[in-house]
């Protein structure tokens, strides 16, 4: 009984983990297009999610957690846009360093890790419904 609570458990631990990941990215593709809110500053740096393992004392189980949000430290993409109230002296305006192709491709990943815990969730709970069957016959 206890292995499948802790099999759910770590499950849920990871579908938490996943949707956190996926907030930060729906974050980085809100802000793709946005600029500095000062002329020359600096725009949205786009921002990675870290993950780490937390040991749950009670179920003797490691659990997934989110970890430290880093922030990117690639460089940002500069458009020559002079009329843009937003440019520097030399007419550039900074973009964030999102790349939407990235962060589509990031949050798939992200959407299928939640859906295998969703799976193994669902797959332990048909068992555990099966033993208690089994016990009642």
Same mark, same amino acid.
Do not use: C
């Given at each position: ?28 593709? #809100? /802000? $793709? ?5 000062? !002329?020359?500053?600096? +725009? ?22 989110v970890g430290r949000v880093a922030s990117d430290a690639s460089d940002f993409r500069i458009r020559h846009e002079p009329?843009?109230?937003? #440019? /520097? $002296? ?5 973009? !964030?360093?999102?790349? +939407? ?12 890790s939640y859906e295998a815990n969703i799976n193994v969730i669902t797959a332990t709970r048909r068992m555990l419904q ?8």
């Amino acid at each position: 009984m206890m292995d499948f609570i802790k099999s759910i458990a770590v499950a849920a631990s990871g579908m938490r983990a996943q949707s956190g990941r996926m907030r930060i990215i729906s974050e980085n593709v #809100a /802000n $793709a297009d946005s600029t500095a809110t000062t !002329p020359g500053g600096d +725009p949205y740096r786009r921002r990675i999610v870290t993950f780490h393992s937390v040991l749950d004392r009670e179920l003797n189980a490691n659990m997934v957690e989110v970890g430290r949000v880093a922030s990117d430290a690639s460089d940002f993409r500069i458009r020559h846009e002079p009329d843009n109230p937003m #440019a /520097n $002296a030399k007419g550039d305006v900074k973009y !964030p360093n999102v790349n +939407p192709l990235i962060e589509m491709s990031d949050f798939r990943d992200a959407q299928r890790s939640y859906e295998a815990n969703i799976n193994v969730i669902t797959a332990t709970r048909r068992m555990l419904q099966r033993t208690l069957d089994i016990l009642k016959a």
